[in-house]
């Protein structure tokens, strides 16, 4: 049970270094020189915290999962991973690694190079509502505000419950917020 | 070669230079003749990297605060703040339905006392981390903290006691706790006049024994003595273990202007206690079942509840008839502190008018007991030759020695209040080897695992009374202060003052491995079984039984179930319930309502916090978490509405939109 998660982050670190071209000293957008993957590794800080017997936070969710290491490895490149861990509340839109692979082919490489951070932080932000909304709480027509300063739109069709075109799934509630997991990618409008 | 000696002399001319510029005053000569190199080493020495934790905890009591303080050595973070005997606005204890009963005594709830000692378990004579017992003064008790929460769950109260200075000094298994009387009362209690004191008052010495598996306390035996004041203890360990001693003055029996009447004989006592004798006596029966009233106050850890328990009886035992169970040994100048070495052999008395500290040797006295070398008998109590029980004196050039405590390797540090200085010397050749200033007037001062069989040595902590200058002042009342000296060399070093909460009379330590993997994160909610309690939001609702309102109520973040309330009318008692929802660590909600007369509260993750509220007038009144628990914590917030007495608005209560 307890070495689920470290082999999942073990994964994703490799595809970190690949993304990265596993040059260590790259610079990032801001002209700081990026991290190594050791020390960006899930082991320290708060995120770090893993006792087995709290309920597990939105960022434990993902990583747990094998169907969201493409998510773990975009939050982890966009340095959002602290937010997923925190006190929250958040309700967080969780595409599937399907969803991602449905993308133009070398979308999710281009976002995941040191240079994209930005629009990779947006992105991901754009997946996350201040707040705790369960399936119940998404009313048809509801405007949800996002992290990334957008709103987007809910859908309650026949087959289910449907945020910006995405399909929800399914739910799981996390200490610090809802994870929903939806089958695309929720793209901000351009600009 | 040369150019170095010359070098030399001129630094060691600067340092002389510099020191006589200092004006006298003792900081000042000390910071600028000590230089910047041995400033920064220091610095280095106590400096905790953020994010790093420290290698001790350091459990301070607060003195008149009533409280304990939990502290991280080497940096002097304070981490916690823990009521014990005082009530406790920001958390509730003592105020809300669950913690009131801790406060519980024959005197009735008592919201506040003066906690002295605070002493970690022990098994085998060292520091095992499971609880702290502390004792309060004032009003005779004795209280248990949980290591694992760093909460107060059981107090228990002393009967027939007054000033229960000496306590709790546990034994070296923590098979007992004590508690001696600093003030001699009549026993029982009567009314009669002061001026028989010397007829009709008395001490006792208590033993609390304390469960093994799970801390419980009970009153076990008490000891009729002389009304003298017992003032301090230490129990014995390893070939002293079964024997517990007590600090007296006051021999003189004096009732009034006690600064001059008690200070008049050369030699008080060192009581010596053979429990293990007492425990025989007790098997056989040789005892007094006296009526007495105490209470003993427990959390039950599942529903957080406390509950008392109320003793009527006390076992009594009186030296006259327990031959072997006490005997006296002569300790100059009204001794204050007693202190027993790692080695169990050595029971060092500090007589505070003294300069002197006077040891005994535990072998000698056993011996002396033999032998039956006794100078006198008082009220059936052999007065043990003090010749033959003294093995050193330590002539320490200081004056008013209060405590010591040991580093492991044969050394010993005592404080020296009227001096203001710790002096560091040889248990064996008792000579001083080395000394260094308090700023000012230390009175305890501890080593972690100073006290047990197993000390660790590399810092000693001194709890300073005056602090004048030391500080940004605040008024006429200044910061109490803690200074860290470093003990791994011959010499010690100052490394950092700090100020105190409250007035720590003693401190204890251990290293933080010993505490910090059993801390519990949070309550769970499967054991939960607070009757009152919701596991979920699906049973939130409100509930009335005549003039009684019970909310069952949960918090998770952001929000409380239910949030809307209507139909409370006033003169209604109102019982918010309130159970915190979240299973998951540093995530307590607070419960606070407008016109709440007691006090907030702040529940833990996973418990459940009753606050009784009174509505006085007719409105909507809004309640709201305290603790900013989340990004919408600012929203975790709802509405009562009271109506007039009589009214017939329905009672009903919601969540989110109503279908």
Not at chain 2, 80 to 87: A, D, E, K, T
Not at chain 2, 122 to 127: D, K, L, S, V
Not at chain 2, 545 to 573: C, L, Q
Not at chain 2, 617 to 628: A, E, L, R, S
Request: proline share 5%; charged share 20%.
């Amino acid at each position: 049970m307890m070495t689920k998660p470290i082999l999942v982050l073990m994964t994703i670190s490799l595809l970190a270094v690949g993304c990265s071209g596993g040059d260590q000293t790259n610079d990032d957008a801001s002209g700081n020189a990026t991290a190594t993957v050791e020390e960006q590794d899930f082991g320290s800080g708060q995120e770090g915290i893993n006792d087995g017997e709290s309920t597990p936070n939105i960022l434990q969710v993902a990583l747990g999962s094998a169907d969201h290491t493409t998510l773990v490895a975009a939050c982890k490149a966009a340095e959002q991973t602290t937010a997923l861990a925190n006190n929250g509340p958040l309700t967080v839109f969780a595409p599937v690694n399907a969803a991602f692979d449905a993308l133009p082919e070398g979308t999710v490489e281009t976002l995941l190079k040191p240079e994209n951070k930005m629009t990779l932080t947006s992105i991901i932000q754009f997946h996350a509502a201040p707040g705790s909304y369960d399936v119940d709480d998404l009313k048809d027509g509801q405007s949800l505000f996002v992290a990334s300063g957008h709103n987007i739109k809910v859908e309650v069709r026949d087959d289910g419950t449907y945020v910006h075109g995405a399909k929800i799934l399914g739910t799981v509630k996390a200490a610090n917020g809802i994870v929903h997991v939806v089958d695309a990618v929720l793209l901000p409008p351009e600009g | 070669m040369m150019k170095t000696t010359i070098k030399l002399m001129a630094f060691l001319a600067a340092g002389a230079f510099l020191a006589s510029c200092g004006g006298g005053g003792q900081n000042q000569s000390q910071s600028q003749s000590s230089g910047a190199l041995n400033n920064s080493s220091a610095a280095e020495a106590v400096y905790v990297a953020p994010g790093e934790h420290d290698e001790f905890y350091e459990f301070f009591s607060g003195g008149f605060s009533g409280q304990v303080s939990v502290v991280g050595l080497p940096s002097g973070r304070m981490f916690r703040r823990i009521p014990v005997f005082s009530v406790d606005a920001e958390k509730g204890y003592g105020f809300d339905e669950e913690t009131k009963a801790m406060l519980e005594t024959s005197h009735g709830s008592i919201p506040w006392d003066d906690s002295h000692h605070p002493k970690l378990s022990q098994t085998n004579g060292e520091i095992d981390g499971r609880w702290l017992f502390i004792n309060a003064n004032n009003t005779p008790r004795i209280a248990r903290i949980d290591l694992t929460t760093f909460e107060t769950v059981e107090i228990i109260e002393i009967p027939h006691s007054a000033g229960n200075h000496s306590s709790p000094y546990l034994t070296m298994n923590t098979e007992y706790l004590v508690a001696g009387t600093r003030f001699s009362v009549p026993i029982p209690q009567q009314d009669v006049s002061i001026e028989t004191y010397k007829e009709n008052f008395h001490g006792t010495l208590s033993f609390i024994s304390v469960d093994q598996e799970d801390g419980d306390m009970e009153m076990a035996f008490q000891i009729m003595v002389p009304g003298f004041d017992y003032d301090l203890a230490a129990s014995g360990k390893g070939p002293s273990h079964g024997w517990t001693f007590f600090t007296t003055y006051n021999t003189e029996k004096g009732s009034t202007m006690k600064e001059a009447t008690a200070s008049q004989n050369d030699k008080d006592f060192i009581a010596a206690v053979n429990w293990k004798k007492a425990e025989e006596y007790l098997a056989q029966g040789n005892f007094k079942e006296w009526d007495a009233e105490y209470y003993n106050n427990e959390v039950d850890h599942n529903s957080g509840i406390a509950t008392s328990k109320v003793g009527d009886k006390v076992k009594v035992l009186f030296p006259a008839d327990c031959p072997g169970l006490i005997y006296y040994l002569p300790t100059p100048k009204s001794p204050h502190g007693v202190d027993v070495n790692p080695t169990g052999e050595y029971i060092v008395g500090c007589g505070k008018l003294s300069a002197d500290l006077t040891v005994h040797s535990f072998s000698k006295m056993e011996a002396a007991i033999a032998a039956e070398s006794f100078e006198t008998t008082i009220e059936g109590i052999p007065v043990l030759k003090y010749d033959e029980v003294v093995t050193g004196v330590v002539k320490s050039g200081g004056l008013g020695p209060l405590h010591t405590e040991f580093d492991g390797d044969g050394n010993a540090y005592t404080s020296f209040f009227i001096s203001s200085e710790v002096v560091k010397w040889n248990v064996g050749t008792w000579e001083v080897i080395d000394r260094v200033p308090s700023y000012y007037s230390i009175g305890h001062l501890s080593i972690p695992g100073g006290g047990s069989m197993k000390p660790w040595r590399k810092y000693l902590v001194s709890l300073n009374k005056i602090t004048k200058d030391r500080y940004l002042p605040t008024g006429p009342e200044l910061a109490h202060s803690a200074q860290l000296y470093d003990i791994t060399g011959d010499k010690m070093r100052l490394l950092l003052d700090f100020p105190t909460d409250g007035e720590p009379h003693y401190a204890q330590g251990c290293p933080a491995d010993l505490i910090k993997p059993n801390t519990k994160k949070f309550y769970k909610l499967s054991e939960n079984t607070h009757p009152y309690a919701v596991k979920s939001e699906e049973d939130a609702r409100v509930e009335r039984e005549g003039d009684e309102v019970h909310v069952y109520m949960s918090s998770i973040r952001s929000h409380f179930a239910p949030d809307n309330i209507e139909g409370v009318k006033v003169g209604d008692k109102v019982y918010w319930h309130v159970t915190n929802l979240e299973q998951d660590w540093d995530t307590p909600h607070g419960f606070a309502v407008l016109g709440a007369q007691n006090s907030e509260t702040l529940i833990m993750p996973g418990a459940t916090r009753t606050l009784y509220w009174e509505p006085k007038v007719p409105g909507v009144f809004p309640f709201y978490c305290t603790d900013f628990c989340s990004a919408l914590h600012q929203e975790m917030q709802g509405y009562v509405r009271v109506s007039a007495a009589g009214s017939d608005v329905e009672l009903r209560s919601w969540l989110g939109e109503q279908d």
